[in-house]
């Protein structure tokens, strides 16, 4: 799995292109349907000009150690993970027009406000990166 990978880029690569998810160790499913930016582009536009996020649905920001919610409308779970994808720090709907950092974050997944409480995400805890079902089928 992903915890011999040196990084989320090279995890993301093995994963596809196709679909990709992040599980917990304990098998919970943390985001059934991740996107990941980790390109110059991607990374810049963010979730700029979307009206929100699906439950389920998320960005993986890579590389990523801080976010702004300028210009944005609505709030998000930021949930920061380090290189070997072990959550950081977690802030919980991160509003527009605020900042969020966290040190010895690598990448940041951003979910919809209120996701990573229902989903049961805590700090210090391993995530993987997998293929989605429907891009294993």
């Given at each position: 799995m992903f915890r011999s990978a040196p990084s989320a880029r090279e995890s993301s690569a093995r994963a596809g292109r196709a679909g990709r998810r992040l599980v917990a160790t304990d098998g919970r499913t943390v985001c059934d349907r991740l996107a990941v930016a980790d390109t110059f582009f991607p990374r810049l536009r963010g979730l700029l000009g979307r009206r929100g996020l699906a439950p389920g649905?998320?960005?993986?920001?890579?590389?990523?150690?801080?976010?702004?919610?300028f210009f944005m409308r609505f709030a998000v779970d930021?949930?920061?993970?380090?290189?070997?994808?072990?959550?950081?720090?977690?802030v919980p709907n991160?509003?527009?027009?605020?900042?969020?950092?966290?040190?010895?974050?690598?990448?940041?997944?951003?979910?919809?406000?209120g996701e990573?409480?229902?989903?049961?995400?805590?700090?210090?805890?391993?995530?993987?990166?997998?293929?989605?079902?429907?891009?294993?089928?």
């Open positions: 649905e998320g960005l993986l920001l890579h590389p990523c150690s801080s976010i702004h919610m930021a949930v920061f993970l380090d290189r070997e994808l072990h959550v950081v720090r977690v991160l509003r527009p027009w605020r900042l969020a950092a966290s040190n010895g974050a690598r990448s940041v997944l951003e979910l919809a406000a990573s409480e229902r989903r049961g995400i805590r700090t210090g805890e391993a995530l993987t990166l997998v293929p989605s079902a429907r891009a294993a089928a």
